[in-house]
């Protein structure tokens, strides 16, 4: 059994080996089949890495809610900040900012630039404001139930759920990603049809050495495990070099976007794909490169047959 084992283990390393050295000795043939693999793969791990990085900056949907009630014109400030002071105790609220009409007047006049025309009033039309900020991961039906119970409140006039905004900006971002898979799934197939392609123009270089082995008693199996060692090393390599490209687009990015994140005081704006995501890349890669080069095989090897 031990001995089999190591025959089994040999085979391998000697295909192995092998089937690099085939695309060494065609080293500009295969250089060129791993070029266009490593693109076909940045492509799609690039736009999931960039919509990783929108969703990441965007935060929360449900948490970036906010809910505004207007009060009734007759609360005075001492019974806003009262009601204030009791609404940060329900359950589902973070926090509660009261807003004078003094200074939503004030927002107002800076952010509308009508300056002038609200010189004009007798009195100030704005009336006294709550700005309540929901706990984050409410869905939309729990805020909306939650707008629908302040607004009950006696001087609440009207309970405002600002989230259209934010149900639009869910909605781009569905769009988005699911585009992007779509794209990752046609690119996918493209390299499983390049390599299964390579591989196939090299079983036909090879017609006559298969045929010669088949006589001298090889198995199917024996003679199958280069060409598919030659598919998992051009995933491999395209895999690589997919994760360089993805790397080095994001170094080349990283400084604007550095500057751009001071300038707005947020975080960094661009991840990079880790150990995780480097690894998933590589690893799918090699996979899709092993499937190109199966099909490849189980349909033209065993048309390969000594007359």
């Known amino acids: 059994m031990k001995q089999r084992l190591v025959q089994w283990v040999e085979d391998h390393l000697r295909a192995a080996i092998g089937s690099m050295g085939r695309l060494y000795r065609h080293r500009l043939g295969s250089a060129m089949t791993v070029l266009v693999i490593g693109i076909s793969v940045a492509l799609p791990t690039g736009f999931l890495l960039a919509l990783q990085n929108m969703e990441s900056l965007t935060g929360s949907w449900e948490g970036a809610a906010r809910i505004s009630m207007f009060l009734h014109g007759d609360v005075g400030d001492a019974e806003a900040n009262e009601l204030a002071d009791s609404l940060r105790d329900w359950e589902g609220v973070v926090g509660v900012e009261f807003v004078p009409p003094d200074d939503a007047l004030a927002e107002f006049r800076q952010l509308s630039g009508m300056g002038d025309a609200l010189d004009l009033l007798d009195e100030n039309p704005l009336p006294a404001m709550l700005v309540l900020e929901p706990t984050t991961g409410l869905d939309a039906a729990d805020l909306q139930t939650l707008t629908t119970e302040l607004e009950m409140l006696g001087p609440v006039e009207q309970a405002r759920l ?66 598919l060692y030659e598919g998992v090393w051009y995933g491999l390599a395209g895999g690589l070099l997919a994760v360089i490209l993805v790397e080095g687009g994001r170094l080349l990015l990283q ?10 005081q947020t975080g960094p704006l661009l991840h990079g794909l880790g150990f995780q995501g480097g690894l998933a890349v590589l ?16 349909r033209h090897l065993a048309a390969i047959e000594p007359r």
């Open 162 to 227: 600002d989230l259209q905004w934010v149900q639009r900006l869910d909605a781009i971002m569905q769009l988005m990603r699911r585009g992007v898979w779509l794209i990752s799934l046609l690119l996918a197939i493209s390299v499983v049809l390049i390599v299964g392609n390579t591989v196939r123009l090299a079983i036909e270089n090879r017609r006559e050495e298969i045929i010669i082995t088949k006589l001298i008693g090889a198995t199917n199996a024996f003679i199958r495990r280069p060409f």
């Open 255 to 264: 400084g604007p976007a550095d500057r751009l994140a001071t300038l707005y």
């Open 283 to 298: 690893l799918g890669g090699t996979a899709l490169g092993l499937i190109g080069s199966w099909m490849a095989v189980a």
